[in-house]
């Protein structure tokens, strides 16, 4: 069964630098989102993606942070200067068609800020 | 999208069936209820959706009360790796209004016993 996958499993990272977390959505999906999760708290929706542009994005996806579909396959979340508070689970997913069709999670990039 | 009211937490025997509820009383005739689980690490799974008719697919059945106020997901044959939280959301359906986005809530942790 076609599955979302993200690499790298855990990235860390010393505060200040830039971050990618890399996903590849199920291939004939279209509608793309990142949500995070602090370790203990409730998954959070950050943003959401379809045809090239942000859909939607939520209070958390401030300036310093980014997504892209740079080559038809891939969908990315870039933080450009990570701050400590940035330490959380990052789950992509991955949605086939508008209506009322399930999205499919990846199993999450565990990001850790020194 | 309608608010959802879950247990914090159940316990059931292996082998048995978990009943897993869900209130929704401010649910609107446009919107689903979706169940995810997230078993530790791991990022969440579909595990099913539905209307307002009572759905069953290979993993668990959905039962939707007449008025749709409440429902309840069963897994009719609990095992211990069923453990996980649960997580019940209502959504609109995805179009020209909103995004697909899904809100998560605390969920219910299910703890399988032998």
């Known amino acids: 069964e076609p599955e979302v996958t993200q690499t790298p499993s855990h990235q860390v990272t010393q505060m200040g630098q830039e971050v990618i977390l890399r996903c590849v959505p199920i291939?004939?999906?279209?509608?793309f989102y990142w949500y995070r999760q602090i370790l203990g708290q409730k998954v959070e929706f950050l943003v959401s993606?379809?045809?090239?542009?942000?859909?939607?994005k939520s209070e958390i996806f401030d300036d310093q942070f980014s997504v892209e579909r740079p080559d038809g396959s891939n969908f990315t979340l870039k933080i450009r200067s990570t701050k400590l508070e940035d330490s959380a689970m990052y789950f992509c997913a991955s949605r086939k068609e508008a209506g009322n069709q399930p999205q499919h999670f990846g199993d999450g990039t565990r990001l850790s800020i020194l | 999208d309608a608010k959802t009211t879950q247990p914090p937490s159940m316990d059931c025997a292996e082998g048995r069936a978990a009943n897993l509820p869900c209130n929704h009383s401010t649910i609107s005739g446009n919107e689903y209820v979706y169940w995810y689980r997230q078993i530790h690490s791991q990022g969440p799974q579909y595990i099913i959706h539905g209307l307002k008719n009572n759905e069953t697919n290979e993993m668990a059945s959905l039962i939707i009360t007449e008025d749709r106020k409440s429902s309840t997901l069963i897994l009719p044959h609990a095992t211990l790796r069923d453990t996980a939280v649960y997580y019940c959301?209502?959504?609109?359906?995805?179009?020209?209004?909103?995004?697909?986005?899904?809100?998560f809530g605390q969920g219910t942790t299910l703890q399988v016993k032998p």
């Open positions: 291939s004939n999906h279209l509608y």
């Open positions: 959301i209502v959504r609109a359906q995805h179009g020209s209004s909103n995004t697909g986005k899904l809100i």
């Open positions: 993606f379809y045809n090239n542009e942000i859909s939607e």
